[in-house]
C-alpha cells in the first residue's frame, strides 16, 4: 500500500515540476557552423608537410573559442584546419600555431592523452547527424593516436560515460613541430565508420584543440558548458557525395600447442615418473561489415588466456564483485547491448553453474580432483548497427560448452565426473529508436537456456530518456521484468520500476528519482546481481561554475541525499547525505572533498550468509570525510576519515 502511494506521489510530483518549471532558455546563442568539404583527386601524402596541392583547394576550418578555461573566448593561439576526401578516404590537415618551445608532446600509451602531459588535438564524426553518436580521432604532438566511440555509454555498475576508448580503428597520422607551432596530418578510411546509404552526407563535425601549458581546451564550434550534451552542439560538415566504403572483411585465425610434463610422486627407491599432457587448440575471429551501417562479429572457440587476468579483490559484502570486462569481443561495439543494465558479459564463459555445489556432493573418502572455474565458449556473435530511421538494431548469441568436475575415491581411486554447467545458450535482442529532442526509447530482451533439468532465465526492459525541447529538462523511466525458471517449480516472476526526472542544463542542476527492486527479481542469469528487495528514493542539487574566479577556474558543489526502505516486508533500512566539492585552481591542479553521513540509526537486511537466517544488522551514524588533491606534478594525496 505505501509503495503504491509513493508511486502516486512521484507521479504527482513529475507532473508538478514539468508544467510549473521556467524552462528558461540558455543564456547564449550560438550560430552552428558549416564545413564544406571538396573532393580531391590527388590524395595528399600522410607526411607532416602540408604541400600536396588538395591542401591549395580545401576549404578553411578556423576561428576556434574556448571552452576552458573561458568559455566564448578568443584562444591565446591560432587553429587552421582543412579536409578533402576521395572514393576510400577522409584526409585532414591542421596547423596549430604555437611556440615550440612551449608545445608539451610527452609520449604515452595509445588512447591515454587524457594521462600524460601533452597537447593534442581531434576530430569528430556523427555520421548519422543524430546528435548522440559519433566517432573521435585525436592526435598528440609525439604522434600518439587515440580513438574513441562517442555516445551514451552504461558501463552497468550505476556508471556511465559519454566515451568508449575501447574502440579501435585503423587510420594513419603524422606529426612535425614546426618554427611556428606543430602540424598534424590525417587520413581515416571510410571503412572505419558507420554511416548511412545515402548519396550525399550531413555529417556533425567537431574540432578540438587542447592547449596543457596554457590549460586551453579549444573547439571549432563553440560549445555552452551550461547546455546538456556535447554532440548536439557540433557544427555540420556537407559535400561527401556518393562515398562508399571498400569491403570491411577481416579474418584473425589462431592455433596454440601446450606441452606440460608434471613429476609425479615417488618413494626414494623409485625411478622418477612423469605425467606428460598435449593439447593443441585453435580458433578464428571475423568482422565482416554488412553494408555502411551494420557489422557481424564472430569469434569461434576463441582463446582468451593472453587477456589481462582480474585484480584480486577481498569481497567483504554479500553481493558478487562486478569485474571489468577485458575480452575484446565483449568489449567493441556493445553500447547497444548495455542498455538498462540487463547483460553482464562476464556470464558468457564465467564460473560454472553447479561450480559452488560441488563440495556438497562429495561422498566418504572422495576429493576433488578437478573443478574448472571458467566455461569454454564454442562460439559467439553479434550484429549491431543503425538504420537510415535512427532505429539501433542488435543481436547477440553465445553457446558455452559443458562443463565436469572430476571427483575421485582415495580408497578404490576411482574416478567420477558431475556435471557443474550444462550446454547453455546466451541471447541479446535490442531494438532503440531515437527521437526528437536527443531523446530516445529501447527494448531489449536477454535469455539464458540451459540444456537438461538446469533453470532458465528470461529478462525483458523498457528504457525511456525525453527531454523538453530547449534540452533543459529530462525525464528516464525504466521498468524490467524477469522470469526464472526452476526446475518443477513455479515460475518465480520480480520486477523493477525506476524514474529519474531533473533539470539538466545550466549552472543550477538537480534531479528527483525513484527505484523499486522487487523481492524476487534476480538477472544473475544474463546480468550482475547487486542486490534486490529494496526501495531508493532520493534528491540532488549541483552548482557548476564554469567561468573562473580569484581563486578556481571552474568547479562544482554538489548536495544530495535519500532514503530507503525494504520493499517486502515493508520497513526502514536508512536515510543519507552527501555534500562534496571540486575545484581546478589556476596551475592545473585540483581538489575533491565530499562527506557521506547517515545521520541516524540504519539496518542491513542483506548481510547475514545464511540462507534463511533472519538477522536485521544495526548500524550507528555514520560520517565518511575524503580529501583528495592533484598537484601541478601529478602528485594525488587522498585523506580519508570515518566516524561510526
Known sequence: MQTHFLLRSLNVLIIYCTFIAPISSQDTVISKKVYQIIRTEFPPTIDGILDDPCWAQAALADKFVQLEPLPFSTPSQVSIVKMTYDNDNLYLAAHLHDVPDQISKSIGARDGHEYVNTDYFSVGFDTYNDDRNGFRFVITPAGIQSDAKLGYFDNGNGNTSNTDFNWDAVWTSSTKVVSDGWIVEIKIPFFNLRFPKKNEQIWGLQFVRFNKQKGELSTWQAIDPKQDGILIQWGDMTGLKQIKPSLRLSFNPYF??????????????????????????????????????????????????????????????????????????????????????????????????????????????????????????????????????????????????????????????????????????????????????????????????????????????????????????????????????????????????????????????????????????????????????????????????????????????????GYSNRYSPWSYAYVYSNIGFWGKFKNQSWANLWIYIQPIKSFDYYEPRVIGKNCNLYHTPIVDLVLEQMTEKNYIGIFTLEKM
Do not use: C
Open 256 to 561: 596454440a600447442a601446450n606441452y606440460s610434463r608434471t613429476p609425479l610422486e615417488k618413494s626414494s627407491n623409485q625411478k622418477q615418473q612423469f605425467e606428460n599432457q598435449k593439447a593443441i587448440s585453435g580458433g578464428l575471429d571475423i568482422k565482416y561489415g554488412i553494408n555502411e551501417s551494420f557489422t557481424l562479429d564472430a569469434t569461434l572457440i576463441p582463446d582468451f588466456s593472453q587477456v589481462q587476468s582480474d585484480r584480486k579483490i577481498l569481497n567483504l559484502t554479500p553481493f558478487e564483485i562486478r569485474f571489468e570486462e577485458n575480452r575484446p569481443f565483449f568489449t567493441e561495439g556493445v553500447e547497444l547491448f548495455n542498455k538498462s543494465n540487463v547483460f553482464y558479459s562476464r556470464r558468457v564463459g564465467g564460473t560454472p553453474f553447479a561450480y559452488h555445489s560441488v563440495q556438497s556432493s562429495l561422498g566418504n573418502y572422495e576429493k576433488i580432483i578437478n573443478n574448472p572455474t571458467t566455461t569454454n565458449l564454442y562460439n559467439a556473435t553479434k550484429i549491431s548497427g543503425r538504420t537510415n530511421n535512427n532505429f539501433g538494431v542488435g543481436l547477440f548469441n553465445a553457446i558455452v560448452a559443458k562443463s565436469y568436475a572430476i571427483i575421485q575415491n582415495t580408497e578404490t581411486g576411482t574416478q567420477r565426473k558431475i556435471l557443474t554447467n550444462p550446454l547453455t545458450n546466451y541471447n541479446i535482442a535490442v531494438l532503440q529508436k531515437q527521437l526528437k529532442n536527443n531523446s530516445d526509447i529501447s527494448l531489449i530482451n536477454g535469455s539464458t537456456l540451459r540444456e537438461g533439468n538446469f533453470r532458465d532465465a528470461n529478462i525483458t526492459a523498457l528504457n525511456a530518456n525525453l527531454k523538453d525541447k530547449k534540452n533543459n529538462y529530462g525525464l528516464s523511466i525504466t521498468s524490467k521484468m524477469g522470469n526464472v525458471y526452476e526446475p518443477n517449480e513455479k515460475v518465480k516472476r520480480g520486477f523493477v520500476n525506476s524514474m529519474n526526472f531533473g533539470k539538466i542544463s545550466g549552472s543550477k542542476t538537480w534531479y528527483i528519482f525513484n527505484e523499486i527492486i522487487s523481492n524476487h527479481y534476480d538477472p544473475s542469469d544474463i546480468g550482475y546481481f547487486s542486490g534486490n528487495n529494496i526501495v531508493n528514493s532520493g534528491i540532488g542539487i549541483t552548482y557548476n561554475q564554469y567561468n573562473p574566479n580569484k581563486v578556481f577556474l571552474n568547479s562544482n558543489w554538489w548536495l544530495n541525499g
